[in-house]
C-alpha cells in the first residue's frame, strides 16, 4: 500500500514579530481593526509549505499551523475560529488545520485545511473568497470537505452515469493542492479522488479518470450500458480509491492538479492524466441542440511512458517561446526500477523526459524560461531543464541579524515579479525566506519566536540527527533576542559542568544562526543528556556582556 504524503509535521507553537521590508510595494495596507481582529501579528509555524502571491502586495503563506499572509511589510497570522463551522457558512475567520492548498485566480481565492485524529490525516475542507483584497476584511466561504453519500454508488458525469465506491468520511480524503480555472475549483484529495466545484452553480462534482490498467478514457461516448430505469452507464467502469488490491485503483488517488483553458493535468499515485474539456452546442435538427460537455482523458505512467515515478506529487506549466511543458514531481509507487525527479513532457504527453533523478522534488515554479525545483537538498534553479544549479541555504546578510534557514528541505518556492527588480520566495520547514533578486544574493527571513527578549534554545529537546539538518549536521538553534555588541561566546556544558563545547561568533564578520551542531570539540556527537549552554553577550547599548544560561536536552 502506498502511504500518503504530508507536506505538514507537528511543530511547537511559536510566534514572531517581523520587520518590514525595504523596496516592496506599499499599495495595500491593512487597517488596524482587520488585525485586531481577524489576524495576529507573526507565523504561527515554521512550517511554511504553499505560498501566492496575490494583488500588488499580498503574498499568501499555507503554513503548518494555519493560514498566513505578508502584506508587503510584516507578516500575520490568520486567526481561527474555535467553533465548527458549517458547510456554505460565511466567515471572516477560517478553520483550524494545516494548509496544503492554495489556489488563486484573479481577486478569487481557495484555501485548504488538514489535520490528522492520531492515527490519519483528515480534510478539515476549503474557505472561498470572491474578494481575497478586501481591505475591511475578507469575507470566506467555507466548504465542508467533500464527501459521498452512502447511496451515490451511480453518479452522472460526462454524456452518462459511471459506478463508483462512495467516499463518505473526510479520512484520507485531504485536498493536498487545488488550482482555480474558469468555471471550476479543481481538488485533488487522495482518497477523496479529482473533484471539481462550479463557482457559479456551487455545486461538487467527483470527476472519474481512467483506471490503472487504462491508457485512455473517454466520457464523451462509450456509455453502452442500459440499466433498467434507463439510464447510460459506462461500463467495466468502477471509480474506487482503495489499493488495488483490495480492488482499487492507485490513478485514482489524486494528489496534484493544474488547470488552464479547455485542459486539466492530474498527478496521482499511477502516473500523470490530461483530460481535454469538450463543450460543444450543436444544432442537429432547426430549434434542437444538442450539448456536449465531458472530458477525454489521456493516462501517462512509468514503465510505458517514461515518467521517473508514479508517485506524481505536484505538477507545473511552463510557457516559453509558444511552447508548454508540464513538469511532475515523482516518486517511487509501487513498481520496480522507478525513481525520484523530474519528469516533463514538452509535446502534450506525447514522450516524456527525466532530470533530476534521486532528488526528492516537493515543488515546481516557473516564469518563463526559468525553472525552480524545491526539493528535500535545497532548491535548484535552470534555464533548459537539464543542467541545475542548486542555491546555497538562505543567510540573512544584515549585520546583527544572525537569521538563517536550518535546513536543506525546501518545500515550495514562488517568483514575485511585482516590482522593477523580481524577488524570489522560498517555503521550509524552518520558515519562509525572501531575496531580493531571482539569485538569491540577499535574503530577509521570517520565523516564529517563543519570545522576543527571552534566551532560549530550540527545538529542546534537541536531536542533532533529525531536527534542523543542514549540510549533514542538524543543529539546536539559540534565541538571544537583541544583541548590542560584537560578539557572542557560546559555551556548552555536560551535567557535571565540564565543558563539552565553546564558540566565539564574530558579529562583525560572521553572518547566520547562533546555533550548536550537538558536537563536542573533538567533532564526534556529545551523548544523550541534558546540557547547559552560556551564552555571553550585551543585550542593551547601556550593558556590558553578560552571561545568559539555558538548558538543553540532547535524544539523538
Keep these: 500500500m502506498i502511504s500518503s504524503f504530508s507536506k505538514y509535521f507537528l511543530l511547537t507553537l511559536m510566534v514572531t514579530q517581523l520587520m518590514g521590508q525595504s523596496n516592496t ?3 495595500f ?27 500588488d ?69 476549503v474557505t472561498l473568497t470572491y474578494d481575497a483584497q ?80 487504462q491508457d485512455s478514457l473517454s466520457l464523451c461516448e462509450g456509455f453502452d450500458e442500459t440499466t433498467s430505469d434507463g439510464k447510460s452507464v459506462l461500463p467495466g467502469y468502477y471509480l474506487n480509491p482503495r489499493d ?64 521517473a515515478g508514479n508517485f506524481v506529487v505536484g505538477l507545473a506549466k511552463q510557457l516559453w517561446n509558444g511552447q508548454i ?51 528535500s537538498s535545497g532548491l535548484w534553479k535552470s534555464y533548459d531543464g537539464e543542467n541545475w544549479a542548486k542555491y546555497s541555504a538562505a543567510i540573512d546578510t544584515a549585520f546583527l541579524a544572525h537569521q538563517q534557514i536550518l535546513t536543506d528541505l525546501v518545500y515550495t518556492s514562488s517568483l514575485d515579479e511585482r516590482d522593477t527588480i523580481p524577488k524570489l520566495w522560498i517555503g521550509t520547514s524552518d520558515g519562509v525566506a525572501l531575496s531580493s533578486d531571482i539569485h538569491g544574493a540577499s535574503w530577509s527571513i521570517f520565523q516564529t519566536e517563543y519570545d522576543t527578549t527571552e534566551v532560549y534554545a530550540y527545538p529542546n529537546p534537541f536531536s542533532p540527527l533529525s531536527h534542523n539538518q543542514l549540510n549533514g549536521d542538524g543543529y539546536v538553534r539559540f534565541h538571544t533576542g537583541e544583541v548590542y555588541n560584537t560578539e557572542i561566546i557560546l559555551d556548552i556544558f555536560n551535567f557535571a559542568m565540564e565543558k563539552v563545547y565553546s564558540e566565539n561568533f564574530n558579529l562583525n564578520k560572521f553572518r547566520g544562526a547562533v546555533k550548536w551542531n550537538g558536537r563536542g570539540q573533538t567533532g564526534a556527537l556529545v551523548s544523550n543528556g541534558v546540557y547547559f549552554a552560556r551564552i555571553n553577550f550585551a543585550y542593551s547599548a547601556n550593558n556590558s556582556p553578560k552571561d545568559f544560561w539555558t538548558k538543553i536536552i540532547v535524544v539523538k
Excluded at 504561527?44 to 504553499?50: F, G, L, R
Excluded at 492538479?257 to 450543436?282: L, R
Design 25 to 27: 510595494p506599499t499599495r
Design 29 to 55: 495596507a491593512l487597517k488596524t481593526v482587520i488585525q485586531d481582529t481577524f489576524l495576529t501579528e507573526g507565523l504561527s509555524s515554521n512550517i511554511v509549505a504553499e505560498i501566492r502571491t496575490l494583488g
Design 57 to 125: 502586495s499580498l503574498t499568501w503563506l499555507g503554513t503548518g499551523q494555519g493560514l498566513a499572509l505578508h502584506d508587503g511589510h510584516r507578516i500575520f497570522a490568520y486567526q481561527t475560529s474555535a467553533d465548527s463551522l458549517k458547510d456554505g457558512q460565511f466567515t471572516k475567520l477560517v478553520p483550524q488545520g494545516g494548509i496544503p492548498a492554495i489556489a488563486v485566480m484573479g481577486d478569487t481565492m481557495a484555501v485548504a485545511y488538514s489535520g490528522d485524529n492520531g492515527n490519519i490525516q483528515v480534510g478539515y475542507g
Design 134 to 213: 478586501d481591505t475591511s476584511g475578507i469575507t470566506w466561504t467555507y466548504l465542508k470537505q467533500p464527501v459521498d453519500n452512502v447511496a451515490d454508488t451511480l453518479k452522472p458525469f460526462g454524456e452518462g452515469y459511471y459506478r463508483q465506491l462512495p467516499v463518505t468520511v473526510p479520512e484520507a480524503n485531504v485536498t493536498y493542492d487545488a488550482d482555480l480555472s474558469g468555471d471550476f475549483l479543481w481538488t485533488a484529495s487522495w482518497a477523496g479522488g479529482l473533484r471539481r466545484y462550479h463557482l457559479t452553480k456551487r455545486a461538487w462534482e467527483n470527476v472519474p479518470m481512467p483506471m490503472d490498467g
Design 244 to 307: 488495488p488490491g483490495d480492488g482499487g485503483n492507485h490513478n485514482h488517488k489524486a494528489f496534484s492538479v493544474i488547470a488552464y483553458g479547455d485542459t486539466v493535468w492530474v498527478g496521482t499515485a499511477n502516473g500523470v492524466n490530461k483530460g481535454i474539456m469538450i463543450f460543444e452546442v450543436n444544432e442537429v435538427s432547426p430549434g434542437i441542440f444538442e450539448i456536449l460537455n465531458c472530458i477525454e482523458w489521456e493516462h501517462y505512467s512509468y514503465p510505458d511512458d517514461g515518467l
Design 325 to 375: 511543458t508540464i513538469w511532475a514531481a515523482s516518486l517511487y509507487a509501487d513498481k520496480p526500477g522507478e525513481s525520484r525527479g523530474l519528469s516533463y513532457t514538452r509535446d502534450d504527453g506525447v514522450t516524456w523526459n527525466t532530470t533530476l533523478l534521486n532528488e526528492r522534488v516537493y515543488n515546481v515554479t516557473t516564469k518563463d524560461s526559468l525553472v525552480f525545483a524545491s526539493t
